[in-house]
């Protein structure tokens, strides 16, 4: 495997010590949803619907308020968003633990809308810090360090219940989340290259200029990503209960977020981008069989899950590095923003899609229903896509033709 363009990635001015504070921070951001599931549980006494309740409020507050964070960093910087936010954060945490559960619910939607944008801004910074033609590379490692995250965040929140109580677990949630907070408030990494910013008139760039139908349709791809992940992952746990397997959940997922690391790793390295359209499809079509072997042994789901683990951390990859292709870097932070919404209403809607389709008609029919859906949706985004521009004598126009940039390409 050639590890090379890692080599040169890493070597990047500011990004080695960016990517370990980006990958600290989204710990604590990822620990947050499973630690409000378990205080609701444990502490409230109140049951499973109620802290989905919960737990769903606060990812929809999330989803509304990460465009508008966006908009706000490319109008006003970075700073004071982040000052706002981590001082929102702070004193979420410091008060959740002692507040009933409508003021909880009222309260978690609130800061969601005010959570911290480690996810979309840590995008900025990978695109403001490495030249375009090794941002696959730097997105790929990005969407692993993503996946490690989400690998170590959750399973941390449980221990610290567990092992604690869960008002100490939030406390500790808290604290990693100012952290995250006022590291990045002290770093202030840049949102825009050198050369993206010498080119800043400060002007507004209108959003009929990027958000068009193409963007809609790559959004809509993004979602289609989690939706299928979210709906997989749901219906690997129905397989292994309804087989009596279900002490071998942990192993089975842990194994699929493995694929994934090795996917995204591969993914990479490679000498040409694939686009989002081939990786979310195929991710989709890998997903449709897996059912078949719902009735097989449970270590037969291990094997099955390889195929879609490769490609989970390259079709996430594959559409950010589009957006920042696609995008002007003016409005980049309000792109990374929708970005991050279309990933939460993707992961929103998957699961009780995938559980409706679980109750009635079977765990197997789950992972049918999770990869045809997302097949769907990236055969509804195909009339709107970007086509290819052709190149001319001045300049190469990159397969992945930016509908924004490639009039003025052509123009030169």
Partial sequence: MNIAPYRLVLGLPGLKLLMLIGFMARIPATAAGMTITLHVITAMRLNYAAAGVAGALGMAGAGVG???????????????????????????????????????????????????????????????????????????????????????????????????????????????????????????????????????????????QWLTPG?????????????????????????????????????????????????????????????????????????VPIGLLAGAQWWWLIVALIPTGLLCAPSLASTVDTVSKWVPAAARGEAMGWHGTALTIGIAAGAPISGAIIDA?????????????????????????PRPAAPTAQVDVPEAAMPYAAPALKSR
């Fill in 66 to 208: 990460a465009p508008l964070a966006g908009r706000l960093i490319d109008r006003i910087g970075l700073r004071p968003v982040m000052i706002v936010t981590t001082a929102a954060q702070g004193l979420y945490w410091l008060i959740a633990p002692e507040l009933s559960y409508p003021y909880l619910v009222v309260c978690g939607f609130i800061s969601g809308a005010l959570s911290i944008p480690i996810f979309s801004i840590m995008r900025q910074f990978v695109a403001a810090l490495t030249p375009v033609d090794q941002r696959r590379t730097a997105f790929a490692l990005d969407s692993m360090a993503v996946e490690l995250s989400y690998m170590l965040g959750p399973a941390l929140a449980v221990a610290a219940v567990t092992g604690l109580n869960s008002r100490l677990a939030m406390y500790f949630v808290g604290a990693g989340l100012l952290a995250a907070g006022i590291s990045l408030i002290v770093l202030n990494p840049p949102i825009r290259s050198e050369a993206e910013a010498a080119e800043q008139t400060g002007a507004p760039v209108p959003r009929r």
């Fill in 215 to 287: 963007m809609i349709a790559l959004l809509g791809v993004t979602a289609a990503t989690t939706f299928i992940l979210s709906a997989t992952e749901l219906s690997v746990v129905a397989v292994l209960n309804n087989g009596g397997a279900t002490g071998f959940t942990g192993l089975v997922i842990g194994l699929w977020c493995v694929y994934s690391l090795i996917g995204g790793f591969i993914y990479g390295a490679l000498h040409r981008t694939l686009s989002p359209l081939t990786l979310v499809c195929g991710l989709g079509l890998l997903t």
């Fill in 361 to 385: 008609f079977g765990p197997a029919w789950g992972f049918a229903g999770a990869g045809a859906v997302g097949a769907l949706l990236v055969t509804l985004a195909l009339p709107f896509w």
